[in-house]
């Protein structure tokens, strides 16, 4: 539309009108796509070829933000439990955004009563009343109408142990001492996350904390008591700390990065067999990091804690010079050299290099073909949103009829 064919005083009406139709249309498609989802998640499609989440993918197939596709993954995990709402979404009068709130914040004991506050409230109203808003329990949920009774006074136990080559930690503590280590943990994640991480855990959130922890120790003398120590035989064979054997894909991944220094051993003897041309000279790697700029997966937005990955394994006769070293972050290192996806071609060109799945498929960051949009009756017309409001008097009323 051309807006200078209109009078000026004609020109906002005309304006919000081409406005409210792309919304509704922009709902639509919305919608699709979070049909799309649940079934890619249904069927686990997403996965394999070091895509480490579904929010991963659709940041390679769509070129979405990691918030985005987190909100989208998010609504899809919930599909079937709000049907109005879904029903209004794919009707284009319930934006994705809206909904996004929804999904977060309101137990599907209120499907039905939050519709009409959903569908007039701005995306900052919804936000600012749904987290905040108590939901009552619903009486019929034995689970919620009798609370269970804990003892009170059992102090916090954690256990540790190694099994096939993993390792599981168990930790149970009473609620104030588990939102201390909630708090720790989130906050370390979230540093992570700012660092570029976007597809940081809880689990690396725990491994940070460690490492602060372990790095934070005063004391040279007792650091390097708690030093956690590689073991390898110049035969191959590796251990930690005279634990088991360590499997061989992570003995290839510690050996190919060169900011562990392993201890190397003949017959138990600690030697130096001219295997330091593996560690990856101090300028390599910053000549290596300067040009990568960030992990090479594609689709990977982490920028911070890179290892150097040789293309062809020092053990197999690979070099250590720039051409044949790239940025990964420890995620998709360790996938690589567990066989999730192979690695091939030069680092040193941004397209150089080609990443393909278990199957060999090729996984790139492909952006939508010239397909044309599909076909959509016209969307239902935008409500009147962001009613003045005071949230004291919100009330969505008792939870709906359990069938
Ligand atoms: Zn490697
Ligand atoms: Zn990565």
Known sequence: MDLLEYPSNEQWEA????????????????????NLTAQVLAANAW??????????????????????????????RRQGEFPELERRFAAGSVSLDQLAVVAKHVPTTHAAAVVPFVEGATVPQLRRVLPRYVFAPTPAD?????????????????????????????FTADPVDGALVESALREAKDALFIGGDASVTLADALLEVASRSLTAVP???????????????????????????????????????GSVR???????????????????????????EDRDLGCRFPGCTTTRFLENHHLTHWADGGASDIESVLSLCPRHHREHHQGHFTIEGTPTTPDGLTFRGRYGFAIQATVASNAPPPQHPPPDPQPIRGWPMDTRFIDFGPPDRVA
């Open 262 to 288: 392993p201890v190397w051993l003949e017959n138990a003897a600690p030697v130096s067999v001219g295997r330091s041309m593996r560690i990856v000279p101090r300028r390599t790697r910053a000549l290596v």
């Open 142 to 170: 034995p689970a919620s109408a009798t609370p269970r009774t804990e003892p009170l006074d059992d102090g916090p136990a954690l256990s540790m142990y190694t099994n096939s080559g993993r390792f599981h930690l168990h």
């Open 219 to 257: 004391s040279t003398s007792r650091r390097d008591h708690y030093r956690v120590l590689v073991h390898l035989e110049s035969d191959g064979r590796g251990w930690i700390n005279k634990r088991g054997a360590l499997p061989e894909h992570l003995m290839r991944k510690l050996t190919c990065d």
């Open 15 to 34: 304006a919000s009108k081409a406005a409210e139709l792309i919304a509704g249309q922009l709902a639509q498609l919305h919608s699709e796509l979070v």
């Open 47 to 76: 996965s394999g070829g070091g895509i480490v989440s579904p929010e991963h993918w659709l940041m390679l197939r769509c070129a979405l933000s990691p918030t985005r596709a987190k909100e989208i993954v998010a609504i899809a």
